[in-house]
C-alpha cells in the first residue's frame, strides 16, 4: 500500500451521478464511449474526421486498462454512473500527479448516451470537492479546445477560471484550434449548488 492519497479508490455519490471504482461491466460502455466521434474529436484524440478510434474494439489492451485503473498508486480514475439506470456513461480522471505543488490534471469524458442531462457537472463538482477537500490539494488544471463550448461552459459552472490560451495546439483536418487552459483553486473554490 502506497502512502499516496491517490492510492484510495472511492465511490462519490450525487443526486444524478455516482463516481466509482471500474468494474468488468464498465468495458462495454467504455467502448462504446471511446469509440463515439465526438469524443475522439473533442478529446484530441484523432486528427481527422477520416480517422478511427485508437480503442476500436474490446480487446487485452482495453481490458488491461481498466483492469489496472484501481490500482493506480499517483492517478484516480473512477466510472461516471448514471444513477437513474446504474450504467457506466463515461469516466473522470485526475492525473498527472505533481505532489510537491500539490497539483494535478483533470479530464472527463461522456458518451452520447449520457451528455446533455447535467451528468457531467455534477461529475465535475464531485471529484473537485474531493480533490480539494479530501486529497487536499492546492490547484486542478484542464485544457479544453475552443470547439468544445459545453464542456468549457461545464467546467466554469464547476469553478474552473480560463488562464490562457494555447494558440493553434491542435490540427483537426484542415482547421487550427486553440486549447483553453483552466484550472481552479482551492483558496478560491466555493462549492457550487
Ligand atoms: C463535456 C461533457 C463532460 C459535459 O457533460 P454533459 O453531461 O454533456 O454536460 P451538462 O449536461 O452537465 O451541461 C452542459 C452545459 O453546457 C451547455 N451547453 C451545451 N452546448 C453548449 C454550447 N454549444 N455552447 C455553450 N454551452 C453549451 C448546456 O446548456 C449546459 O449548461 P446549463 O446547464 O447552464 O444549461 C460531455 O458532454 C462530454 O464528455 N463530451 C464529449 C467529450 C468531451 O468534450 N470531453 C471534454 C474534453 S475537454
Redesign the pocket.
Known amino acids: 500500500m502506497s502512502g499516496s492519497p491517490f492510492a484510495a479508490k472511492p465511490t462519490l455519490i450525487g443526486p444524478k451521478v455516482s463516481l466509482r471504482p471500474f468494474r468488468t461491466e464498465d468495458l462495454e460502455p467504455m467502448a462504446a464511449a471511446l469509440a463515439d466521434p ?2 475522439l474529436r ?2 484530441g484524440s484523432i486528427h481527422s474526421s477520416a480517422d478511427g478510434s485508437p480503442w476500436p474494439q474490446i480487446d487485452d489492451r482495453m481490458r488491461s486498462w481498466y483492469g489496472s485503473r484501481n490500482d493506480q498508486p499517483d492517478r484516480l480514475d473512477l466510472a461516471i454512473v448514471d444513477n437513474a439506470t446504474g450504467r457506466c456513461v ?1 469516466e473522470v480522471v485526475l492525473n498527472e500527479w505533481e505532489p510537491a505543488n500539490e497539483a494535478c490534471n483533470f ?4 458518451g452520447p448516451d ?9 461529475a465535475t463538482k464531485l471529484i473537485l470537492r474531493y480533490a480539494f477537500t479530501t486529497l487536499g490539494l492546492h490547484r486542478v488544471g ?4 475552443a470547439f ?4 468549457q ?2 467546467y466554469e ?1 464547476a469553478g474552473f477560471k480560463v488562464e490562457g490560451v494555447k494558440r493553434d495546439a491542435l490540427k483537426f483536418d484542415d482547421q487550427r484550434v486553440d486549447s483553453i487552459v483552466m484550472s481552479a483553486l482551492s483558496p478560491e473554490w466555493t462549492e457550487v449548488a
Not at 479530464?107 to 461522456?110: D, F, H, M, S, T
Not at 484542464?142 to 479546445?145: K, M, Q, S, T, Y
Not at 468544445?148 to 464542456?151: E, G, Y
Request: net charge positive.
Open positions: 465526438e469524443v473533442l478529446t463515461g479530464r472527463i469524458l461522456i449520457g451528455r446533455g442531462r447535467g451528468l457531467g457537472t455534477e484542464l485544457e479544453v479546445f468544445n463550448p459545453r464542456a461552459r461545464v459552472k
